[in-house]
């Protein structure tokens, strides 16, 4: 009798600890998930910066080209001048 008490007790103890490293792992999973959330923000905060980035240097080439354009018709006209 006693030892079907004992061993009744040790289950009991083990499903116990068990359950304790169960709701752990749970809380470490769910930590886990908040700071990969996170970092999904960050990095599509960064992804709107760079886009931001992109698009602010693609209109300063573009600026660039037509500065360009306008100096070669300028060029162009000077040399028509000279000849």
Do not use: C, P, W
Not at 21 to 35: A, C, D, G, M, R
Not at 55 to 74: G, Q, R
Request: aromatic share 6%; no cysteine; net charge positive.
């Amino acid at each position: 009798m006693y030892l079907i008490a004992a061993g009744s007790a040790v289950l009991i103890d083990i499903r116990s600890e068990h359950k304790s490293i169960l709701s752990e792992y749970k809380s470490v999973l769910t930590e886990h998930k908040f700071i990969l959330a996170e970092r999904k923000s960050i990095l599509a905060e960064r992804k709107s910066i760079l886009l931001e980035r992109k698009s602010i240097l693609l209109e300063y080439k573009s600026i660039l080209l037509e500065h360009k354009s306008i100096l070669n018709d300028f060029s162009s006209s000077i040399v028509q001048l000279l000849s």
